[in-house]
């Protein structure tokens, strides 16, 4: 009888000590954290928004190439025309006529440097302009893109790569492609394409 005794109570235990393993095991499955990261420069890369405003920029920018080239080129123009009177006329042109020439010729040589800068100017502000602008987009879309896939998935937290010093190489962690997708699926949208 004591042997059965023992026996059911070392059973009872080994039940006991089974569903408290089990109930620990169900308590550290709630507490494994699912984490997520996305690449926000492949974002910025692959919007379509991204690659339509690129497009714009390169057509305009050169249109501005195209400019100063004609522009270059008449002033490049008149320069030689300006330096040839000089020479042919040197000898019967007084000291003042000649530094006048000269300096006519160091001031259209300036005015090609200003506009050259003014170009390049134009060209660097543009871009700037519309890369803030699809900044701009970013910050106000992504992050409810992000939070709707993150919440639909069960990632707890969310991260930009670059943030992070070590991410493994595993795929699934890298939300970047979905949060594309999703992201670009919507400009599509707005824009009626």
């Given at each position: 009888m004591r042997r059965k005794k023992n026996k059911s109570l070392i059973l009872?235990?080994?039940?006991?000590?089974?569903?408290?393993?089990?109930s620990v095991n169900t308590?550290?499955?709630?507490?494994?954290?699912?984490?997520?990261?996305?690449d926000f420069v492949r974002i910025f890369q692959?919007?379509?928004?991204?690659?339509?405003?690129?497009?714009?920029?390169?057509?305009?920018n050169e249109a501005d190439q195209k400019m100063l080239s004609e522009r270059r080129q008449m002033i490049e123009e008149e320069i030689d025309k300006l330096r040839e009177e000089l020479e042919t006329q040197a000898l019967m042109l007084s000291e003042s006529a000649r530094e006048e020439k000269q300096a006519e010729?160091?001031?259209?040589?300036?005015?090609l440097d200003e506009f050259s800068?003014?170009?390049?100017?134009?060209?660097i502000d543009r871009e700037a302009k519309y890369t803030?602008?699809?900044l701009k987009d970013l910050q106000t879309k992504l992050p409810s893109i992000i939070e709707s896939i993150a919440e639909k998935e069960g990632y707890r937290f969310?991260?930009?790569?670059?943030?992070?010093?070590?991410v493994t190489p595993e795929k699934e962690f890298d939300l970047t492609d979905k949060v594309l997708a999703q992201l670009n699926e919507e400009y599509r949208l707005n824009t009626g394409d």
């Amino acid at each position: 009888m004591r042997r059965k005794k023992n026996k059911s109570l070392i059973l009872l235990l080994i039940c006991l000590s089974f569903m408290v393993g089990l109930s620990v095991n169900t308590a550290r499955a709630d507490l494994v954290v699912k984490i997520g990261y996305v690449d926000f420069v492949r974002i910025f890369q692959g919007y379509e928004k991204t690659r339509e405003f690129e497009a714009k920029l390169m057509m305009e920018n050169e249109a501005d190439q195209k400019m100063l080239s004609e522009r270059r080129q008449m002033i490049e123009e008149e320069i030689d025309k300006l330096r040839e009177e000089l020479e042919t006329q040197a000898l019967m042109l007084s000291e003042s006529a000649r530094e006048e020439k000269q300096a006519e010729i160091e001031r259209r040589a300036e005015e090609l440097d200003e506009f050259s800068a003014y170009i390049e100017r134009r060209m660097i502000d543009r871009e700037a302009k519309y890369t803030d602008g699809i900044l701009k987009d970013l910050q106000t879309k992504l992050p409810s893109i992000i939070e709707s896939i993150a919440e639909k998935e069960g990632y707890r937290f969310v991260f930009d790569v670059r943030s992070l010093f070590y991410v493994t190489p595993e795929k699934e962690f890298d939300l970047t492609d979905k949060v594309l997708a999703q992201l670009n699926e919507e400009y599509r949208l707005n824009t009626g394409d």
